[in-house]
């Protein structure tokens, strides 16, 4: 898991590649 940033669709990789 990637740390988050301020843009919503990097939110969603986060969560992909959880």
């Known amino acids: 898991m990637k740390l ?3 843009t919503g669709c ?3 990789v ?3 590649e959880e």
């Open 4 to 6: 988050r940033v301020e």
């Open 10 to 12: 990097i939110d969603r």
């Open 14 to 16: 986060l969560v992909d």
